[in-house]
């Protein structure tokens, strides 16, 4: 097959040489390749189908704006009516009541316009100086050079030479750490902390327990912004019913940066929600953020996140994520007795990682996982992801986690 796509994140001549494998259809917990074969999406896509495949709903809805009006700049004052219904929408289930919505095209331009804003807002407000941002280790915060600076992931940064200066790591799961940074370079110099609830693409890790709660009063204490990324755990992947991580851990966070499961993949769409303290500047008048982007607001994309928020309620997809976090404990944690597996990380939201004693390996345990019926990818070091749809079942569940036994046993 004649292949002129550059995959992302690929070895080029290891795809050339064995050929895309191309999924052509999805129909809820399932895709199905160009063969017609059948697999369970262990990965919602990446991290996003929330809803579940096919939804002809999203589709239908998306095709009625596009008809009417397929979008048009949000620049100055203008904007689409379902882009202002969708802004006043997310603004009712915000953690932050009051929080204003910036709308981006993804989750790396969400991340991205989270750190312009809190470096202008320390401008805004007398606080200049303050411009160093903080990640974690392991953290993954998107593709730009802003994220990239940011992320905790050494293996994306290498190659390149220096991105975004007065950026800072520190241990991902050590409150300490980042006490001690702020403590030595000093609290009026470091504008922002950048902290994903639960860390995706740089391994499936979840949070020790009580350290979100700590590094937001350290943020809070130290006048420090905390960022929450939640372009994963957003729109309900954290279970306990919640929309977002910063909801269930009482995080109130000064921004959120979300994607993915705002429309659950359909259509490319992000958001950042903007606390009313971090807004205030802006909002009084004479003051320009001079940022955004021409798909910023997408009507059609907007449309296709109203429906998919329509059906998430409608259908109670939020007590269904959490009913996921209590079947893939239960379905999961046995695999941590197979001599390939070291480790099985589970307990918080419809997310799981199956970490293989040998990362070496997980390429072709990610090849073995297709033969037996499942797609998955390998995250981090060796860590097989697992983020279903909401609407995967006990049952597919428990299928899923058999297919992994008989691939890696």
Known sequence: ?????????????????AGPFVIARGAGAHVFDADG?????????????????????VGEAVAAQLGKLAHYSGFGDMTADVTLDLANRLSEIAPVAGSKIFFTSGGSDSVETAAKLARRFWREVGKPEKTIMVGRSKAYHGMHIGGTSLAGIPANHDGYGEFLPDTETVDWNDAKSLLGLIERVGAERVAAFFCEPIIGAGGVYLPPEGYLEEVRAICRDNDVLFIADEVVTG??????????????????PDMITTAKGLTSGYVPMGAVFIAPRI??????????????????????????????????????????????????????????????????????????????ADPAT?????????EQGVVTRAAGQGALQVSPTFVMTTEQVGELAQRFSDALG
């Open 1 to 17: 097959m004649t292949n002129a796509l550059w995959h992302g994140f690929a070895d080029m001549g290891a795809v050339n040489a």
């Open 279 to 356: 807004a205030e500047p802006f909002h009084g008048g004479g003051v320009w953020f001079r940022h955004g982007y021409t798909y910023g607001g997408h009507a059609g994309a907007a449309a296709a996140a109203m429906a998919n928020l329509d059906i998430i309620e409608r259908e109670g997809l939020l007590a269904e994520a959490s009913r996921l976090e209590g079947d893939l404990a239960t379905a999961f944690a046995p695999l941590a007795g197979l001599d390939a597996v070291s480790e099985v990380r589970v307990g918080l939201g419809a997310v799981a990682a199956v970490q293989l």
């Open 37 to 57: 074969n059948q697999y369970l999406d262990a990965t919602a896509g990446l991290w996003f189908t929330n809803i579940g495949h096919g939804r002809t709903e």
């Open 235 to 252: 729109f309900g992947r954290i279970g306990a019913e919640s929309w977002f991580a910063s909801t269930r851990f009482g995080l109130e």
């Open 362 to 370: 997980a390429p072709a345990a990610v090849l073995r996982l297709r």
